[in-house]
């Protein structure tokens, strides 16, 4: 399994991005998709997460700021984020679940950096 990521770059607070994230390779049971992320010096946390279905779960620092979602036809997960402030900077990281029966296998995408500032 593979995972792309794209969409990373510098901005000014309130500014927007969209990251994307393309899922590749033997995914034919792709589950949940999501993005981390980890700032310098600090542990990788969560930002969001979707089910395949569309469920959805996000970090309370970014509720009303971020919109996660995805085209399941693509097999590609989206970060919409809005209104980012210096402390969003971070590294982002994709990650998605395939099942193997009943066994989660996680993946990691390489990594995309978001910088916020002026």
């Known amino acids: 399994v593979q995972l792309q990521a794209s969409g990373g770059g510098m901005v000014q607070p309130g500014g927007s991005l969209r990251l994307s994230c393309a899922a590749s390779?033997?995914?034919?049971?792709?589950?949940?998709m999501g993005w981390y992320r980890q700032a310098p010096g600090k542990q990788r946390e969560l930002v969001a997460t979707?089910?395949?279905?569309?469920?959805?779960n996000s970090a309370d620092s970014v509720k009303g700021r971020f919109t996660i979602s995805r085209d399941n036809a693509k097999n590609t997960v989206y970060l919409q984020m809005n209104s980012l402030k210096p402390e969003d900077t971070a590294v982002y990281y994709c990650?998605?679940?395939?099942?193997?029966?009943?066994?989660?296998?996680?993946?990691w995408g390489q990594g995309t950096l978001v910088t916020v500032s002026s």
């Open positions: 979707i089910t395949r279905s569309g469920s959805t």
């Open positions: 390779g033997s995914i034919f049971n792709l589950n949940d």
């Open positions: 990650n998605a679940g395939v099942m193997y029966g009943s066994t989660r296998g996680a993946y």
